[in-house]
């Protein structure tokens, strides 16, 4: 299946544009593509058509490229912040980091017992996926790069969930779905919020707890 | 082991190698909408350059005249070490791809010392930046060999570059498997030739304020045919990695002989093309970002041969 790994290969690419820039603008539009690419993916990867398929697919590009990125802009927008100016750990760093996820995560995949008939690939990417999520929620300060790697996270976990899509009932990943939409939209308030409490998107200030 | 039948390809190389940064230039110049100079200028220059005298300063020694040579030897004994013709280089032995690295450090590392040696903190600085930004490329390149080495199994530049490698070979017949490695790889290897041959997102080869030039302040020193011998180095450096690029992209052992070499020229130019078109749509890197876009350059390469070690 070339186009399926195509499309991994470029998942991964997406996570490493969203370690290695600076600029909020970019880190969205990375994660908008790579919620195209995991739209595209369910049809690369079946063999056989069904509504669940496809209504998976719509409804993944749905969410995961127009309607979340749209949101996250909108925040960018309103809170008027353009970078990521000082994040823990800098983004070469973030980067090496990201290619030894990328190995662990390959290294791993290789010993688990997988079901047969899915890409290679799958596995080790949606590893290398949540790890790299996990790696930019904790590095950086900016609340919608947080958000952005929330989303990051929540793309591995769906590619997880994508080794048994003839398994999984339609309503359970409409209900993830919904569920992602849910937590961005709180997180994209609190983000709101937090600007306009302290003047500034950083979460580094929210170190105590107040009435 | 020496494979006399590839002398005329390489010949051809050498010949047509001040062609690509004309050709890169009257790109950029067509796509910012000016006339640009002629595709020949380089020509041109090392013409007028050979005609006239080197001038050295009395701070200079030895090395630095010896530097313009060395950087000749190196560039031209690199271009010997590929399989420019598509089947097989003039010289080949396992493990050449490490001498191929080495020769255009130790060209590097001549032209460094050069520009320390004229005692102008420019030209050290220069040499101190350039030096730097060497040492970020060089991973990158071995690692883009590394997986061509786990892609072909063989260990000497011919193999690597040759049979079943390409990834169009790949990419249409059967062993698909590979495709995205190797495209992973040609990017990974564009990107370190932008930076090995001073080109924008690093180096502007157009600008002339000294605290800028990377390259051209290391060389400001040097005249007539000395100076001619760095140009004529720079776009043999220029060739031999866009042979490397069009090698990895484009298999030639399964296409007849005088196709090969129209396609191979076609290649290269296609990569001068290629960085013209860099030139005019990216703006210069800061200094501090340029490691790492170099680091996402291996990581380009590493990616690729752990989705070769994945199957």
Same mark, same amino acid.
């Given at each position: 299946m070339p186009a399926a790994d195509l499309l991994l290969v470029l998942v991964v690419l997406a996570d490493f544009m969203v370690l290695g820039t600076s600029r909020l603008t970019t880190c969205i539009r990375a994660i908008a593509l790579q919620g195209l690419m995991l739209g595209a993916l369910p049809i690369a990867l079946t063999q056989h058509w069904s509504l669940h398929i496809v209504g998976l697919a719509v409804g993944s590009t749905v969410v995961k490229s127009l309607v979340l990125p749209w949101f996250l802009r909108r925040a960018i927008r309103e809170a008027a912040v353009r970078r990521e =100016?000082?994040? #823990?750990? $800098?983004f070469t760093l973030s980067l090496v980091l990201g290619i030894a996820a990328v190995a662990i995560a390959f290294g791993v995949s290789q010993r688990l017992p997988l079901p047969a008939g =899915? #890409?290679? *690939?799958l596995v080790p990417v949606a590893l290398a996926t949540v790890i790299m999520g996990f790696l930019t929620l904790t590095t950086r300060s900016k609340a919608v790069t947080q958000v952005v790697g929330y989303l990051m996270l929540e793309n591995g976990i769906y590619l997880f969930g994508l080794t048994s899509t003839d398994r999984v009932p339609f309503l359970v990943e409409i209900g993830v779905l919904l569920d992602v939409f849910v937590a961005v939209f709180i997180m994209g308030i609190v983000v709101f919020h937090i600007n306009r409490e302290f003047?500034?998107? #950083? #979460?580094? %200030? *929210?170190?105590e707890l107040r009435d | 082991m020496i494979a006399w039948t590839a002398i005329p390809a390489l010949l051809l190389v050498l010949v047509v190698a001040p062609l690509l940064p004309g050709i890169a230039t009257k790109t950029k110049s067509w796509l910012t909408g000016r006339r640009g100079p002629p595709v020949l200028q380089l020509y041109f220059d090392l013409g007028k350059l050979w005609r006239k005298r080197s001038t050295y300063s009395r701070?200079?020694?030895?090395m630095f005249r010896l530097a313009p040579l060395a950087l000749l030897v190196t560039s031209v004994g690199a271009a010997c070490l590929l399989p420019l013709d598509g089947r097989s280089a003039l010289l080949g032995f396992r493990g050449d791809f490490i001498a191929f690295a080495s020769l255009l450090a130790v060209g590097r590392f001549a032209l460094v010392l050069a520009g320390l040696d004229t005692g102008s903190s420019f030209e050290g600085m220069g040499a101190s930046r350039d030096a730097t930004f060497a040492t970020f490329a060089e991973p990158a390149l071995f690692l883009g060999f590394v997986t061509l080495f786990l892609i072909?199994?063989? *260990?000497s530049l011919t193999g690597m570059l040759g049979v079943g490698a390409g990834l169009l070979s790949a990419w249409i017949g $059967?062993?698909?498997?590979a495709a995205p490695a190797l495209a992973l790889i040609t990017i990974s290897l564009f990107l370190v030739l932008l930076a090995e041959t001073s %080109? =924008? !997102? =690093?180096?502007? !080869? &157009?600008?002339?304020l000294e605290l800028t030039m990377i390259h051209e302040v290391i060389v400001l020193d040097h005249s007539g045919p000395d100076l001619a011998c760095i140009l004529y180095s720079s776009a043999v450096k220029l060739a031999v990695l866009g042979a490397l690029v069009v090698g990895v992209l484009v !298999? %030639?052992? &399964? *296409?007849p002989a005088p196709l090969t070499g129209l396609v191979f020229t076609g290649g290269l130019v296609l990569v001068a093309v290629a960085i013209g078109i860099v030139e005019s749509v990216m703006a210069r890197l800061r200094l501090s970002r340029v490691p790492q876009f170099l680091v996402a350059a291996a990581v380009l390469s590493t990616l690729g041969a752990l989705l070769v070690l994945v199957r």
């Open positions: =100016v000082e994040p #823990s750990i $800098g =899915v #890409s290679e *690939l003047d500034s998107l #950083s #979460s580094i %200030r *929210l170190t | 701070t200079t020694t030895w072909s199994g063989n *260990l $059967g062993g698909g498997h %080109r =924008v !997102p =690093v180096d502007d !080869p &157009a600008t002339h !298999p %030639r052992t &399964a *296409l």
